[in-house]
C-alpha cells in the first residue's frame, strides 16, 4: 500500500485546532490542488472563499453552532458558481444562457465541481499533516452566509472546510463494508450488510474515546431524515438562479 492510499484510509474528521494559523504558501498548495481536480466541460463551476475576518469567523460559528468554525488554521467556504461564464456574456447572450443556468443539470454540474475541488484540497492539506473538518452547517442559515459574503446571482454557498494543525487525534470512524456500497452490473439487495454494519459501529460507539454513546448507523439516518431541516435551502438555490427547470 502506498503513502496516497495510507494517508486516504487514516481520515478523520478533526474538530480541535491549535491557535496557529496556515501561512500563504500553505493555502496556495491547498487552493491550488483544489484547482487541478477533474472538472466537467472545463467549467470549473465553483469558487473558494478563504475567510480570515474574525469577525466573519465569529457569525460563522454562530450560523453553524461549532466553536471550530472560528478557531483553526484557515477557513474555505465551497461555493457552486456560475456567474462567471456570465461576465463577460452581452444582455442577449445572457438571456439565451438562462435555461442552461437555471436548469438541474448545471445544479449538480457545479455542485459535483465544488465537491471535487473539495476533496483535492482535503487530501492535499492533509498531505502536509494538517487537519481538516467539512462544514455542511452553513446550511443552517444559507441567506445569512449568502449575504455576509456578497454573493452575486448564480453563486451559493454550500459547505465549508476548517483547516488547521490538529489538537486531538480521533479515532477513524468506521465506514459501510464494500458490499454495502459496492454492486456489479446492478444495484443489489445489502441489509444483511448494514446489520453487520450496526454492529460493527454500535461497538465503535460504546468504546470511543470521546462522546461514547449507544447507537447504530441505521437507528441514526432513520432519526435524520424523520426530522425535516433546513427547509429554506430549496427556496434559496432558486432564488439565486438555480435549479429552477
Known amino acids: 500500500m502506498n503513502e496516497m492510499i495510507e494517508n486516504l484510509l487514516s ?10 494559523r496556515l501561512n500563504q504558501q500553505q493555502i496556495e498548495t491547498i487552493v491550488c490542488s ?21 469577525s466573519k469567523k465569529e457569525r460563522l460559528a ?15 467556504i465551497f461555493c ?43 487530501i492535499a492539506a492533509e498531505s502536509m499533516g494538517l487537519g481538516i473538518c467539512y462544514i455542511g452547517s452553513i446550511r443552517n442559515n444559507i441567506a445569512a452566509v449568502d449575504e455576509l459574503f456578497h454573493l452575486p446571482k448564480h453563486v451559493i454557498p454550500l459547505f465549508g472546510m476548517a483547516i488547521g494543525y490538529p489538537a486531538h487525534h480521533p479515532e477513524s470512524k468506521p465506514r459501510l463494508p464494500i458490499d454495502a ?12 450488510a448494514l446489520d453487520r454494519f450496526d454492529e460493527k459501529i454500535g461497538n465503535y460507539y460504546a468504546k470511543r474515546s470521546e ?35
Open 34 to 54: 483544489a484547482q487541478h481536480a477533474s472538472t466537467s466541460s472545463y467549467m470549473m463551476a465553483y469558487s473558494i472563499i478563504g475567510v480570515t475576518d474574525d
Open 211 to 245: 462522546n461514547n454513546r449507544k447507537d447504530t448507523w441505521t437507528d441514526q439516518m432513520k432519526r435524520r431524515f424523520q426530522k425535516t431541516i433546513r427547509m429554506d435551502v430549496t427556496n434559496h438555490v432558486k432564488n439565486k438562479g438555480f435549479n429552477k427547470k
Open 62 to 76: 454562530e450560523i453553524t453552532g461549532q466553536s471550530y468554525v472560528k478557531h483553526n488554521g484557515h477557513f474555505l
Open 80 to 122: 457552486a458558481d456560475l456567474n462567471r461564464v456570465t461576465i463577460k456574456a452581452t444582455n442577449d447572450e445572457y438571456e439565451n444562457m438562462l435555461d442552461n443556468l437555471e436548469n438541474s443539470e448545471h445544479f449538480l454540474v457545479s455542485a459535483i465541481d465544488a465537491a471535487l475541488a473539495a476533496q483535492n484540497a482535503a
Open 181 to 192: 456500497v459496492y454492486f456489479e452490473n446492478g444495484y443489489q439487495d445489502h441489509e444483511d
Open 11 to 20: 481520515h478523520r474528521s478533526i474538530r480541535k485546532f491549535k491557535s496557529k
